[in-house]
């Protein structure tokens, strides 16, 4: 079984930046690619970027690249999303998944998910 536990979500001004983090625990991590993903009111949830165990290989989704950036934390099993030059259009509420493929991805193709971390930026 595998546990996720999002935190850093918060209110920003658009333009701002924030930094989300995601703990993760359970057996066969180091076989997983990690994702972010995001759901706003009344939308589908949506995929948002994606990096490989190592870290070496990530994947964006297009309304997020050049702004976010994903990566493996420094501390064992975490992975974190940097949001830069935020807009309004960016408030969702943030989960991190486990355990699908390791490029752009819909959400049935991960196991394991995270409760959620809520950005609201506004304008």
């Known amino acids: 079984q595998v546990q996720l536990v999002e935190s850093g979500g918060g209110l920003v001004q658009a333009g701002g930046s924030l930094r989300l983090s995601c703990a993760a625990s359970g057996r066969g991590l180091s076989n997983y690619a990690m994702a972010w993903f995001r759901q706003a009111p009344g939308k589908e949830r949506e995929f948002v970027a994606a990096?490989?165990?190592?870290?070496?290989?990530?994947y964006y989704g297009d309304s997020v690249k050049g702004r976010f950036t994903i990566s493996r934390g420094n501390a064992e099993n975490t992975v974190s999303l940097q949001l830069n030059s935020l807009k309004p259009e960016d408030t969702a509420v943030y989960y991190c998944?486990?355990?699908?493929?390791?490029?752009?991805?819909?959400?049935?193709?991960?196991?394991?998910w995270g409760q959620g971390t809520q950005v609201t930026v506004s304008s």
């Open positions: 990096i490989s165990w190592t870290g070496r290989t990530t």
């Open positions: 998944a486990a355990s699908g493929p390791l490029r752009v991805a819909t959400p049935v193709e991960y196991s394991y």
